[in-house]
């Protein structure tokens, strides 16, 4: 088995200063990423659960638009080719029917709705997450330059970029 190499030792206040700041990114950073997984997990959930709300909805309508259908021909019909009183009591239901078909589609359109907006947040949650991610990557990045060219300002510069990326990430737990 090969021998694996140590990692250094950071020696010098600049080389642990810039470790802290890349470990306390990291561990942002993965608290981040995680919040941005399950949201978008969860806004692909609402959406298809929002797609089944509608596709119930439609059909509603098509049977809704079936008794319509039905309740016209039985009204266009010769009345000495069919019982009248059956004819009537069938009618009567379909238009039962209508009635609660208009109901359950405005409850089932309220729910799809409602679901919609859920996805859209889940949604712009995962977008801020995602961009404060992005962030705090190009950060480590810097800070990791940084130890080798030993530049505070490349310091300054991956710390201010670690810390818009941690706030922009952080922000999303407002939304």
């Known amino acids: 088995m090969a021998?694996?190499?140590?990692?250094?030792?950071?020696?010098?206040?600049?080389?642990?200063?810039?470790?802290?700041?890349?470990?306390?990114?990291?561990?942002?950073?993965?608290?981040?990423?995680?919040?941005?997984?399950?949201?978008?997990?969860?806004?692909?959930?609402?959406?298809?659960?929002?797609?089944?709300?509608?596709?119930?909805?439609?059909?509603?309508?098509?049977?809704?638009?079936?008794?319509?259908?039905?309740?016209?021909?039985?009204?266009?019909?010769?009345?000495?080719?069919?019982n009248v009183e059956v004819a009537t009591l069938l009618k009567a239901k379909a238009n039962d029917d209508i009635a609660r078909y208009k109901t359950e589609r405005d409850e089932i359109k309220v729910k799809a709705e409602a679901m919609t907006k859920e996805a859209g947040t889940f949604s712009a949650i995962n977008d801020r997450c995602d961009l404060g991610a992005l962030f705090m990557q190009i950060a480590i990045v810097i800070l990791s330059a940084a130890i080798l060219s030993r530049m505070n300002l490349m310091f300054y510069v991956g710390a201010a970029l670690g810390a818009a990326g941690a706030i922009t990430g952080l922000s999303s737990l407002l939304i």
């Open 3 to 82: 021998d694996t190499t140590e990692i250094p030792e950071a020696k010098d206040p600049f080389e642990k200063r810039v470790a802290v700041s890349i470990a306390m990114l990291a561990a942002v950073l993965a608290f981040v990423s995680m919040r941005g997984d399950n949201a978008k997990t969860d806004a692909g959930l609402r959406t298809t659960e929002a797609s089944n709300q509608w596709s119930f909805f439609q059909a509603k309508a098509i049977r809704e638009h079936t008794l319509n259908v039905e309740i016209n021909l039985l009204s266009a019909m010769n009345p000495s080719a069919l």
